[in-house]
């Protein structure tokens, strides 16, 4: 019986330390492609380490990302609260699963941008990547 206790827990410790991504989780037994597959809002936004989720929400009102499990996305969002902006395009995996590497088809020309996954949760996205100048950090949460 203690070499069983002995097994399950060194088993558990295995693979809480197999966290594929830096906030999280530790272990999920939804698949990534599933936890990914959501529309999502933006919850928090930071540009090179500072927060600028208010400015965010002005400038990107209404934002929408839905991802879906055939690997397909959309995005949709008005600019001050005026100009609409819709895109679509694809999504894959980086071949790590460590990040997302979306691929927009409309409207031209294509565009593709990655994504360093920090936190993957069914409610929780939380995503780096560069954008001109800045590191940008956003959190996402079910729209």
Known sequence: MKVKAILFVSMVLFLM??????DGPSLSLRSKTD???N???IDRYYENGEDKTSDANNLLNSYL???EKTGSYSLRYKVFGLIAVN??????????????IFTRTSPAPVVTSEWTL???KE???WAQYNDSSKVVKVQLIPY
């Open 87 to 100: 895109e679509s395009g694809t999504w894959t995996f980086d071949e790590n699963k460590e990040g997302v």
């Open 65 to 67: 990302l839905s991802i």
């Open 123 to 125: 409610k929780e996205l």
């Open 118 to 120: 920090l936190r993957l």
């Open 35 to 37: 936890r990914l597959s």
């Open 39 to 41: 529309a999502w809002k």
């Open 17 to 22: 330390s197999c966290n594929k991504y830096p």
